[in-house]
């Protein structure tokens, strides 16, 4: 069955703290890979997205995230957080071709002390 | 402004009166999708839309109808609302199927008692 999994539900970092967010997928053929944000008390925006090419993707405020096609994985990463990253994170999934399905993760919540 | 509009932004209904919540964007996009939000289970698509007059169901459909007769709106319809209804919903848009960017719309927090 298709799925995302993120296996961080909750997180909790302090200001200028590193940090990784787990995403795996289980989704058969080629897929396109995409990382949402949703602000306290607002809609999701878009991150980043992965379709193809160099699988190291920047996206804005300083996120990145790391395709690994031999684990299924999408990781995002920010070097050093900010207050202002307080969100919950959602990791989404569709496929490049046939199906027009997209699937999200359950989300993570990150608090960032100041 | 490119936008993807809801209505109503809060209802609160009882069980068993039908309800329509509203979406619309004004980018003349291609794809438009239905989204639950629910506490531990994230997002899950309810409906999508490839173009008008076509339809498809996303993992989670029991108990909703969809309809796109003009691109730019996609309707939600409740038949009959039960309270595992209650729920955050999204409609979202995006140009095409593929990796593109979805806009999601403000949301509309149902609540059926």
């Known amino acids: 069955a298709q799925s995302v999994s993120q296996h961080n539900h909750h997180v909790i970092l302090s200001e200028a703290a590193s940090l990784e967010l787990g995403c795996n997928y289980s989704y058969g053929g080629t897929v396109n890979l995409f990382w949402y944000v949703q602000y306290p008390g607002q809609h999701l925006q878009l991150l980043l997205k992965y379709f193809s090419g160099d699988p190291l993707v920047k996206g804005i405020k300083g996120f990145e995230a790391e395709f690994i096609k031999s684990k299924f994985s999408f990781n995002l990463r920010k070097p050093s957080v900010q207050w202002s990253d307080t969100a919950e994170y959602f990791c989404?999934?569709?496929?490049?071709?046939?199906?027009?399905?997209?699937?999200f993760g359950t989300g993570t919540r990150l608090k960032v002390l100041a | 402004e490119a936008q993807v509009t809801q209505n109503p932004r809060y209802l609160i209904t009882v069980t068993g009166k039908k309800l329509t919540v509203t979406c619309s964007q004004n980018?003349?996009?291609?794809?438009m999708s239905w989204y639950r939000q629910d506490p531990g289970l994230g997002l899950r698509q309810i409906y999508y839309s490839m173009n008008v007059e076509v339809t498809d169901k996303g993992d989670v459909p029991e108990g909703y109808k969809v309809s796109r007769k003009e691109k730019r709106n996609f309707p939600l319809i409740l038949e009959s609302p039960s309270p595992n209804q209650t729920s955050l919903y999204f409609c979202a848009s995006n140009v095409r199927q593929g990796a593109y960017e979805q806009y999601f719309g403000p949301g509309t927090r149902l609540t059926v008692t």
């Open positions: 980018m003349n996009h291609e794809y």
């Open positions: 989404a999934v569709n496929a490049a071709s046939g199906t027009y399905k997209y699937i």
